[in-house]
Each structure stands twice: as C-alpha cells, then as structure tokens.
C-alpha cells in the first residue's frame, strides 16, 4: 500500500464534515459543548465535496461456494444471505431470526450441530448498516466430522424454514433476548455511545428507538417471510475452510516455473 494512497484517503475522509462527535454519560452539557467547540471548531471545514454512493450491489444470480485449504486445526463452515440495509422494515425480522437459529441452547442450528457434537459452536450475526448488508452462519466442525456434510445440514436448517416454520414460542425468546441487549446499552455509557454511532451511521441515530418499537412489534409471521425471502439458495455464498498439516504447493505457480525453465 503506498504512503501517498493512504494520506490521500486521510485527507479526504478524515474530516468534521466527515465526523460525529458521541458524548454519553453523566456530564454538565455547556462544559462539553464548551470542549467540543475549543478541541474540534478549530479544525477549518474542507474545500472538497464528498459524493454520495450512487451505485448498489447487483441482486446475486446463483448460488457461490468458496473452499479454502491451507494450514490450521480446525475446520469452519459458513453462509453469507445478502439482505436490505438496517433502516429497512425487514431487519428487526431477520435479527430475530439469527437469534431462532444459532441462540445457545435453544437455537435451531446448535440443537442440529452443536448437540449432536457435529460442531463445536455455532454463531451468526445480521449486519445493520447504511447499505444492503449480510446475515452470516458459521459452525466450528468438531475434529472427526466432515465439514461438507456439517454444510449441508446448517444449509438445510437455515433454508428450510418453509417447511418447519418458526413458531411464536421461539419469537417470544428471541424478542426477549434482543430486548435486554437493547436495555442494558442504555445502562453502560460506553455501549450506549456505540450504539448511538452504529445508528446515526445508519442515517439518523433515533433509529435505534425505531428498532425497539418494530421488536416489540414483531410477529412470527414476519419473520417466516423473511427467511422464505432471503434464506434461499440463489442468495447465498457458502464457504468452506479445510485445515492441512502442511502448506499446499500453487500448480499455477508450479507451471509459471515449468514453462520458464522449458525456455
């Protein structure tokens, strides 16, 4: 990475018109303002424009898998589901369902991988963010087990919510999980701050309240028609990592010095 590319881009991002100051916590607020004012109002305010994003991700067409094999212990398996950005009606559905299938021990995918001893975890997460984003399934393969068949059945779990709909019992969980998550950043000063910065970079940081009323609001239908959505085979990237006891050699490489030496 060359010196210049990167003081290019600090020049060019890192700027108050680029910037949000997060203050939480017990404070005087005219002491703050005042600090806020005399550490960041001295920075003089850019010449150059920054542009928005005009362009979006293409709908994904088909089904990608990725296999990776290089040195390591321990084999891992995951999918990738695009889904809408966090501001969208979907997302409080979708995080409710990545609680449904990888909670500990209540989640669908641990009862199937984790009980069984086919994995040793599992973990998932929605990204909430200002563009469309990712839900992501990953299992830790228990040694002994094939990490293709451990795919097949957390690709199986995820994309077979049609015919084992999620239940209101498993709403109401999840709903309860994420309710006391929510609650206790208004408890830390420090969660509380993230949290407000992980919303504002959304678009507006009262969206955070905006995604307490539609948890409380959920219903499990909503979130059946969002696995039926998004969970499908068309929108998803499965990923293999298969660990060997040694380095394997690069036959492109290994043909670059064939050809050389043929010369």
């Known amino acids: 990475m060359p010196i210049d590319n990167l003081q290019r881009f600090y020049r060019r991002y890192y700027q108050p018109d680029n910037a949000m100051l997060i203050i939480a916590g017990q404070f005087d607020p005219e002491k703050a ?6 550490h960041f109002g ?3 305010r850019p010449d150059r424009q920054l542009e928005n994003t005009y362009t979006e991700e293409p709908a994904q067409d088909g089904a990608r898998t990725v296999r990776l094999q290089r040195v390591g212990d321990v084999a891992m398996v995951g999918a990738l589901y695009h ?14 369902l990545e609680h449904v299938l990888t909670a500990t021990p209540s989640g669908r995918l641990y009862k199937r991988l984790v009980a069984t001893r086919q994995a040793s975890s599992v973990s998932g997460s929605a990204y909430s963010l200002h563009d469309p984003g990712v839900l992501k399934l990953s299992a830790q393969v228990t040694p002994g087990n094939d990490p293709e068949a451990v795919l097949s059945t957390l690709l199986d779990v995820a994309e077979n ?15 309860v999980y994420w309710m006391k998550v929510w609650e206790q950043a208004f408890t830390d000063s420090a969660r509380l701050a993230v949290q407000l910065s992980d919303w504002a970079a959304q678009g507006d940081w009262r969206l955070i309240f905006l995604y307490r009323d539609r948890l409380e609001a959920v219903t499990a239908a909503q979130v059946n028609d969002v696995a039926n959505k998004y969970l499908t085979e068309n929108n998803r990237t499965a990923g293999l990592f298969i660990p060997t006891e040694a380095a394997q050699p690069h036959l492109g490489a290994a043909h670059a010095f064939d050809r050389r030496t043929r010369r």
């Open 42 to 44: 001295i920075i003089p």
């Open 161 to 175: 919510i049609r015919e084992q709909p999620v239940s209101n019992e498993e709403v109401d969980r999840a709903k």
């Open 33 to 38: 303002l005042e600090y806020a004012n005399a």
């Open 83 to 96: 889904i809408p950005a966090g501001p969208h009606p979907d997302y409080v559905p979708i995080d409710v």
